[in-house]
Nanobody, 124 residues
Framework: QVQLVESGGGLVQAGDSLRLSCAAS????????AAWFRQAPGKEREFVAR????????NYADSMKGRFAISRDNAKNTVYLQMDSLKPEDTAVYYC?????????????????WGQGTQVTVSS
């Protein structure tokens, strides 16, 4: 099983950009579907974006379409989340998650490998 470590979070102003990284170690990461989720204080963990094993297929939560972009570099065992035009409501802990094999699932309970999370705070 892979282990995941996120990085790249921080404090930014509204309208700024951030790129989160998720580095995987352990077994071959290219056999895992990967995703990003986020959790704001007092709220449930919500789906952000998902990427297929090869990176050819992606999907996003409606509120992130056009602002966020998920990608992966299997040679580096890393998944990225580029976040542009950030809003205060994007403030949350962002988690990288993975699931063995191909999957189009976007529910957090369907992913069994998780990173520790990275805090993103967007000030107005």
């Amino acid at each position: 099983q892979v282990q995941l470590v996120e990085s790249g979070g921080g404090l930014v102003q509204a309208g700024d950009s951030l790129r989160l990284s998720c580095a995987a170690s352990g077994r071959t990461f290219s056999i895992y579907t990967a995703a990003w989720f986020r959790q704001a204080p007092g709220k449930e963990r919500e789906f952000v974006a998902r990427i297929s094993q090869s990176g050819a297929n992606v999907n996003y939560a409606d509120s992130m379409k056009g602002r966020f972009a998920i990608s992966r570099d299997n040679a580096k065992n890393t998944v990225y989340l580029q976040m542009d035009s950030l809003k205060p409501e994007d403030t949350a802990v962002y988690y990288c998650a993975a699931r063995w094999g191909a999957s189009t699932l976007t529910s957090a309970r369907e992913y069994d490998v998780w990173g520790q999370g990275t805090q993103v705070t967007v000030s107005s």
